[in-house]
């Protein structure tokens, strides 16, 4: 017995320095293992991509990033810090490209599903004014003066917008909008609205004839007030209540024929509690055309041949079966920081009932603050030429000034 305590504690020793010789020789990969274990090789350093986009201003200041695109004589390059800047040829010195890039000049003349023939592709050198194409195969390609350069755009974007087929899902661009105004008081009020406007174009980008258009937009504004029940002078008041509710729904499909003409179909559904119409149905066709259209501006007038169905909250007033047309024009206005004016004009005659009339006019106004957010700023005024007979008399108009927040859709498509 006293041979075996007097062991432990060698025992314990040695198996301890074994662990402990163990334990380095792993911490230590580069070093040899107690068991002859050679040294563990380190993880190979990930190859250096290549170098950024350069752009050279005439003031010798310098910027990295990716050169985007050139349309009509403006570069848009993309910096991380700075974002996306617009900037004409004259305040460049030059521009190198590691991004292969097509250079159309102001005779080639892009098409969907058809590309120019002998389009000179890829990487960029710009210089003196003029666009060094150094193409894969190390053809010559002679230099293009930049004021010849209608567009420039990398490859990827070429072949996805000339030859893509997006699917429904993709390339929706527009906003998300609500607001509230609630008060607790004497009297309780509150008014929710929100807005949806969507607009889905193919091609998705402006230098190309586009394709189709479709459009779809809801707006929607839901109130009450509520007004206690009171006594006065012996004289009792029930409680009463006044609500608001007003929706418009309307999606629109546009087929060009020309780079400015197009076909189109519409249907559009409106509801106003305030003039007693309980429902507007409208579905009809008709035809389109772009008469302005700048980079930051562009005005569209419709017509339309439409059947409409009007029916009334109030009995007295009958559902009418009418055939009519829809005579609108919508602008859009592309202000300096960002700020987008949005303004619809319609007017709606019936002409199996002249009195069956309405109008309506909507204008929005986008002002930038954070990244994909935006405050909005907008009126809505509705006029029904017809509105049923009632108890207070109904107005045939009625208006909105909204405020509220809007987060801007963008496509990745």
Same mark, same amino acid.
């Given at each position: 017995?006293?041979?075996?305590?007097?062991?432990?504690?060698? @025992?314990?020793?040695?198996?301890?320095? #074994? #662990?402990?010789?163990?334990? &380095? $020789?792993?911490?230590?990969?580069?070093? %040899?293992?107690?068991?002859? $274990?050679?040294?563990?090789?380190?993880?190979?350093?990930?190859?250096?991509?290549?170098?950024?986009?350069?752009?050279?201003? &005439?003031?010798?200041?310098? @910027?990295?990033?990716?050169?985007?695109?050139? *349309?009509?004589?403006? *570069?848009?390059?993309?910096? /991380?810090? !700075?974002? /996306?800047?617009? !900037?004409?040829?004259d305040k460049i010195k030059e521009l190198r490209t590691r991004t292969k890039m097509a250079v159309m000049d102001k005779n080639a003349t892009p098409r969907r599903g058809k590309l120019p023939?002998?389009?000179?592709? $890829?990487?960029?050198?710009?210089?003196?004014?003029?666009?060094? *194409?150094?193409?894969?195969?190390?053809?010559?390609?002679?230099p293009i003066p930049v004021n010849d350069a209608q567009f420039i755009i990398d490859e990827d974007t070429l072949n996805r917008e000339v030859f893509g087929h997006p699917s429904l899902s993709t390339g929706w661009n527009g906003g998300l909008t609500a607001g509230a105004t609630i008060v607790e008081a004497t009297q309780k009020q509150y008014t929710f609205t929100g807005a949806v406007? #969507?607009?889905?174009? &193919? %091609?998705?980008?402006?230098? @190309?004839?586009?394709?189709?258009?479709?459009? !779809?937009d809801f707006n929607a504004s839901y109130g009450k007030i509520t007004q206690p029940a009171f006594t006065t002078g012996g004289v009792f008041t029930p409680a009463s209540s006044t609500k608001s509710a007003i929706y418009h729904a309307e999606a629109e499909r546009d087929q060009y024929f020309s780079p400015r003409a197009y076909g189109l179909v519409q249907t559009a559904f409106d509801h106003n509690f305030s003039q007693g119409l309980d429902l507007q149905q409208i579905y009809g066709g $008709? &035809?389109?055309?772009?008469? @302005?259209?700048?980079?930051?501006?562009?005005?569209d007038i419709k017509a339309t041949i439409q059947y409409e169905k009007q029916s009334f909250i109030n009995s007295s007033g009958a559902s009418q079966n009418l055939i009519g047309s829809t005579f609108a024009g919508v602008y859009l206005l592309k202000l300096p920081n960002g700020l987008l004016f949005n303004q619809q004009v319609e007017f709606i005659p019936a002409y199996n009932n002249s009195s069956a009339y309405s109008a309506n006019e909507s204008d929005t106004l986008a002002i930038p603050f954070y990244k994909s957010l935006s405050f909005s700023v907008g009126?809505? /005024?509705?006029?029904?030429?017809?509105?049923? *007979?009632?108890?207070?008399?109904?107005?045939?108009?009625?208006?909105?000034?909204?405020?509220?927040?809007?987060?801007?859709?963008?496509?990745?498509?």
């Open positions: 017995m006293h041979r075996n305590l007097t062991t432990r504690p060698v @025992l314990f020793a040695l198996l301890l320095a #074994l #662990l402990s010789f163990t334990a &380095i $020789g792993l911490c230590h990969a580069d070093s %040899p293992t107690l068991f002859g $274990g050679g040294k563990t090789k380190s993880a190979p350093k990930a190859a250096p991509g290549p170098p950024p986009d350069v752009i050279i201003f &005439i003031n010798g200041d310098q @910027l990295s990033g990716t050169f985007l695109r050139e *349309v009509g004589g403006k *570069v848009t390059f993309h910096n /991380d810090i !700075v974002g /996306d800047i617009i !900037v004409p040829w023939a002998n389009l000179p592709e $890829g990487t960029l050198t710009i210089a003196d004014s003029l666009i060094t *194409v150094h193409a894969d195969n190390n053809a010559t390609i002679q406007a #969507l607009a889905r174009v &193919i %091609p998705s980008i402006d230098w @190309l004839d586009p394709k189709n258009r479709t459009t !779809v $008709g &035809i389109g055309d772009t008469i @302005l259209k700048h980079p930051n501006e562009e005005l009126t809505l /005024d509705s006029y029904l030429n017809n509105p049923p *007979v009632s108890l207070p008399p109904t107005m045939k108009n009625s208006f909105q000034f909204t405020f509220g927040a809007t987060y801007v859709i963008k496509s990745k498509y």
